[in-house]
């Protein structure tokens, strides 16, 4: 046995181990169902346990790729097999709930549906939501910053992240679990370590930001003709429901025809129109919310800002409406893809969508290119499936990505970059922004054992 596995047992015990050949009965991701290629899967039970590992493979110089619930979107935490993955599946606790501050502490492992369900019990709500909210863990929400469908509302993981416990490459425990919003006292390092894709550290415990459960809550999916009426509703929208629009999910006809062809979802609506807005606003009184929600649509629709619009008359109604945005897995099914991930200005975005389109049918005639996004964030997803088996990867980058930059776009807007996109970091942040990054990951993590290779290269 090597000796960096001997320490890993002497110091955690034989059953936090595995290694040969069941590590390759754990799929590589929830995107690519091959097994995981690694020497070992290392399950610390506590914050004490990952800082021993980490000592321990910071002595042998082990490089180690930490894993959460694998639902990544920018193989971050994929592994070559001469990595160690160290998983934080056993740190699966909702420690406490503070139902006067409104505050949950948890550990890393846990996923992100557990502490919503667990947060509602109690009349909170934790308001980071994503269709992976089943498995992805809030370790991997904080270490990719994760977005998702209310951050129009709420902001993103690092607008509701108070305290974070990480540990550094060295072993070393840093334990900030701060419980209010505000502490000026010196650097923010949990804001540092937030996004980092668990390149400086493995986060393992955090103290989290809830808001009260609201009353009551509207959605409605609804159809428009053009991009220029999608932005415009949303300003309405916006405007009109006075800060509760919590979600403003758009999709062009390409997404919501292809996830509503038989085999998929059951289309609640026409699938001929050009765009589609799934939109939800929640509120604080049941008497008026819904009348004035619906009151606002039957305006739209008269002024024929849209034209068409399906309101759920039920909770079943509601998920079943949801469904067709966040549950895409029949568009997927036995096709090559492609995933993007990009921000831009908003007022660019429907030229841009439309030259992407372009590029990519310009080199695969029979191409699908999907599109979808958290508009009101100015997020567009694409799905490019080039249906072609040579379909060559960088030259699908290059089709979505260049004419991205003129706009001053991110390669990045939610997912990260991991292994995936680094290729293109240096066109996305210049060279200063480059020049500290590195600087602080060898500041933080010299032997560079931490996610070696993801974001950039040392
Ligand atoms: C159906 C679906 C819908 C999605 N929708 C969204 C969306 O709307 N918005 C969005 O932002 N993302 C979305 N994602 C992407 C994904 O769910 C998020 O990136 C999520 O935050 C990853 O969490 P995870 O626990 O699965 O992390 P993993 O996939 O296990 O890891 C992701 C990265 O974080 C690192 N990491 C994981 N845990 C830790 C830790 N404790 N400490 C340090 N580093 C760590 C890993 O090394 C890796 O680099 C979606 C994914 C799917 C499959």
């Known amino acids: 046995m090597k000796p960096v596995f001997a320490a890993l047992i002497d110091a955690l015990g034989e059953s936090s181990l595995i290694h040969g050949p069941e590590v390759a009965q754990r799929a590589t991701s929830y995107w690519d169902p091959s097994p995981t290629r690694a020497q070992a899967i290392v399950k610390p039970r506590d914050t004490a346990q990952v800082s021993a590992a980490l000592a321990i493979c910071h002595r042998f110089g082990q490089a180690v790729v930490t894993q959460g619930g694998l639902t990544g979107c920018a193989r971050g935490a994929d592994t070559t097999p001469d990595e160690v993955i160290l998983s934080l599946e056993w740190l699966n606790a909702i420690e406490a709930i503070d139902t ?55 902001g993103m993981m690092r607008n509701l992240v108070l305290g974070l416990e990480a540990v550094l490459a060295d072993g070393t425990v840093l334990s900030n679990m701060d419980e ?24 393992t415990r955090a103290v989290v930001r809830l808001h009260p459960l609201p009353a009551t809550c509207q959605a409605a999916l609804v159809a428009l003709r053009s991009f220029e009426e999608v932005t415009a509703l949303l300003k309405q929208m916006q405007r009109d429901l006075a800060g509760t629009l919590s979600a403003f999910e758009v999709m062009w006809n390409s997404y919501f025809a292809a996830a509503t062809v038989p085999g998929g979802h059951r289309p609640p609506m026409d699938r001929t129109y050009p ?184």
């Not at 054992?449 to 950039?456: A, D, T, V, Y």
């Open 275 to 458: 765009f589609y807005v799934m939109l939800q606003a929640e509120g604080a009184d049941p008497d008026t919310d819904a009348r004035r929600f619906e009151g606002l649509l039957e305006a739209a629709l008269e002024r024929g800002l849209i034209i068409d619009a399906v309101i759920p008359r039920s909770e079943a109604e509601r998920r079943a409406l949801w469904e067709v945005r966040e549950n895409f897995e029949s568009i997927l099914k036995n096709r090559k893809t492609y995933l993007y991930d990009v921000s831009l200005p908003l007022r660019h975005m429907a030229d841009y969508a439309d030259s992407v389109r372009e590029r990519v049918l310009a080199r695969w005639p029979r191409a699908r290119c999907i599109q979808f996004g958290h508009i009101a964030d100015g997020n567009l997803h694409l799905f490019v499936q080039p249906e072609s088996d040579d379909a060559d990867h960088a030259a699908c980058d290059e089709a979505v990505y260049e004419p991205l930059l003129p706009f001053g776009g991110s390669v990045s807007a939610e997912h990260g970059i991991g292994l995936e996109k680094k290729d293109w970091l240096a066109r996305s942040r210049n060279q200063a922004d480059l020049a500290v990054m590195r600087s602080i990951k060898r500041a933080l993590d010299p032997k560079n054992i931490l996610n070696p290779g993801r974001i950039f290269d040392t």
């Open 100 to 154: 006067v501050a409104g505050t949950a502490r948890v550990q890393a492992g846990v996923t992100l549906q557990s502490l919503q369900e667990a947060a509602r019990e109690r009349d909170w709500l934790f308001a980071l939501d994503l269709g992976a909210r089943g498995s992805c863990t809030i370790g991997g929400n904080i270490a990719t910053n994760a977005g998702g469908i209310n951050v129009l509302r709420y």
């Open 180 to 203: 209010v919003l505000k502490n000026n006292a010196g650097y923010d390092l949990k804001q540092m370590l937030i996004g980092t894709e668990g390149t400086l550290g493995i986060v």
